[in-house]
C-alpha cells in the first residue's frame, strides 16, 4: 500500500481544532483530500526490464561482499562454492532488487520470475549476460545498441554509428519507436550526416563532421562572413551573397488593421496601434493621420482635441461642462450635488454650539469647577497676593479643569476640529 500523504491533514486539524473549541459538543469529522499527481509517463518495459537486470547484478556483489570477506581462505572458498549458486543467495538479491516505490519493477519481476530462476539454475553457464538472455531473447523487450522496433532494425547511419553520432535515434535499444534520427543543433538529413539550415560544413572526413553557424541572416552559405550567403531566411532577400532586410511596410507583405500603421524590423515588421485623434493613420502621433476621429478636428496637419465646452452643451440646470479627450461631460456645479438626475443644492449643517453635546453630569462638574475658581480667587485676593494662596489658587484651578477635560477630552477635541 502506498503512503498516505500529510499535506491534507493539518489544514483538517486546524479546521477541527476551531471548530470543537468554538463549538462545543459538535463532532469533528476530517476529511482528508488526496493531494493531485502529476502526470507521469510509464518507461519503456526495455528501461524497466535494464534497471531490474542492473539492480539484479548489484545484488549479486551485494551477497558475496556481506557474506565473506576475510577469514579462514580455504573455509570461504568450500562454502563459497555452495553458497555462490544456491537458492538461498537467489531468495536474497531478489528481495531487495525493486525499491518499494517501483511499481513497474515488481510487475514485471512477477511476470519473470520463472524465468529468472531458470536462467539462474540452468542457464548462466551458456548465457553469463542476463541483460541479453531475459530482456532481449526471452522477453523480446529491447533490441541490441544501434537498433530499434520489433524486428531491431538498425538505425539510420547503421548500428554501429546510429545517426552518425550526431544525434539520437528514436526507439534505439527498445522494440518500439520510429527510427527516426533526431539530430543535435546544426545537423540534419535522415542521419544527421549533414548540416542544417543556417549553418555551413566547416569541416568533412570519412568519420567526422563538423558543422558552424552561418551570418545572421543566412539560410545557408558556404563560410561565415555576411558575403557568403547562397540563401537567406524569410524576411530577407540575397543580393550579391549578401542579405538585405526587406521592407514590409513598403510593398504588400504587410497586414496590418484600418486603425494600425507598418513598422518595419529586421527580417520582419510589427503593426503598432494609431494615436486616438486618428481614424486610420500612416504613422505615429495625431500628424500622421488620414482622417480626425470624432470630437478632434484638423489643425495644420494635427488632429486636436475640440473643445465642446467653448459652446452651451449641458442643458441642465446648475450644470457645467468639463472638457475631456475626444469628448466632454457634464457635472454640477460647485455647491450643487447629483440627486435622482438632477443638480440639487448642498444643505450645510448648522454647527452645533461647544456645550450642545454635554451630558448633565458634564454640566454639574463644570458648575462646581467655577464655583471652586470664584472661591479660590477671593481667596487670593483677600491674603493680598501672597505667594502661597497664589500657587494654591494656580494648582486647583489646574486640578480642576484637567478633571473635567479628562472625563470628556475626546469630545472637546472633535468640537474644536469641527469649530464647535
Excluded at 536474497?92 to 511476470?111: A, M, N, Q
Excluded at 504588400?252 to 500603421?261: K, L, V, W
Amino acid at each position: 500500500m502506498a503512503p498516505r500523504s500529510s499535506r491534507g491533514i493539518a489544514p483538517g486539524l486546524l479546521c477541527g481544532l476551531s471548530l470543537f473549541l468554538g463549538f462545543p459538543g459538535l463532532v469533528w469529522v476530517q476529511i482528508s483530500v488526496p493531494p493531485q499527481s502529476s502526470p507521469h509517463t510509464e518507461p519503456h518495459p526495455c528501461h524497466t526490464c535494464r534497471g531490474l537486470v542492473d539492480s539484479f547484478n548489484k545484488g549479486l556483489e551485494r551477497t558475496i561482499r556481506d557474506n565473506f570477506g576475510g577469514g579462514n581462505t580455504a573455509w570461504e572458498e568450500e562454502k563459497l562454492s555452495k553458497y555462490k549458486d544456491s537458492e538461498t543467495r537467489l531468495v536474497e538479491v531478489l528481495e531487495g532488487v525493486c525499491s518499494k516505490s517501483d511499481f513497474e519493477c515488481h510487475r514485471l519481476l512477477e511476470l519473470s520470475e520463472e524465468l529468472v530462476e531458470s536462467w539462474w539454475f540452468h542457464k548462466q553457464q551458456e548465457a553469463p549476460d542476463l541483460f541479453q538472455w531475459l530482456c532481449s531473447d526471452s522477453l523480446k523487450l529491447c533490441c541490441p545498441s544501434g537498433t530499434f522496433g520489433p524486428s531491431c532494425l538498425p538505425c539510420p547511419g547503421g548500428a554501429e554509428r546510429p545517426c552518425g553520432g550526431y544525434g539520437h535515434c528514436e526507439g534505439e535499444g527498445t522494440r518500439g519507436g520510429s527510427g527516426h534520427c533526431d539530430c543535435q543543433a546544426g545537423y540534419g538529413g535522415e542521419a544527421c550526416g549533414q548540416c542544417g539550415l543556417g549553418y555551413f560544413e566547416a569541416e568533412r572526413n570519412a568519420s567526422h563532421l563538423v558543422c558552424s553557424a552561418c551570418f545572421g541572416p543566412c539560410a545557408r552559405c558556404s563560410g561565415p562572413e555576411e558575403s557568403h550567403c547562397l540563401q537567406c531566411k524569410k524576411g530577407w532577400a540575397l543580393h550579391h551573397l549578401k542579405c538585405v532586410d526587406i521592407d514590409e511596410c513598403g510593398t504588400e507583405r504587410a497586414s496590418c488593421g484600418a486603425d494600425q500603421f507598418c513598422v518595419n524590423t529586421e527580417g520582419s515588421y510589427e503593426c503598432r496601434d494609431c494615436a486616438k485623434a486618428c481614424l486610420g493613420c500612416m504613422g505615429a502621433g495625431p500628424g500622421r493621420c488620414k482622417k480626425c476621429s470624432p470630437g478632434y478636428q484638423q489643425v495644420g496637419s494635427k488632429c486636436l482635441d475640440v473643445d465642446e465646452c467653448e459652446t452651451a452643451v449641458c442643458p441642465g440646470e446648475n450644470q457645467q461642462c468639463e472638457n475631456a479627450e475626444g469628448s466632454y461631460r457634464c457635472v454640477c456645479a460647485d455647491g450643487y450635488k447629483q440627486m435622482e438626475g438632477i443638480c440639487v443644492k448642498e444643505q450645510i449643517p448648522e454647527s452645533a454650539g461647544f456645550f450642545s453635546e454635554m451630558t448633565e453630569d458634564e454640566l454639574v462638574v463644570l458648575q462646581q469647577m467655577f464655583f471652586g475658581v470664584i472661591i479660590c480667587a477671593l481667596a487670593t485676593l483677600a491674603a493680598k497676593g501672597d505667594l502661597v494662596f497664589t500657587a494654591i489658587f494656580i494648582g486647583a484651578v489646574a486640578a480642576m479643569t484637567g478633571y473635567w477635560l479628562s472625563e470628556r477630552s475626546d469630545r472637546v477635541l472633535e468640537g474644536f476640529i469641527k469649530g464647535r
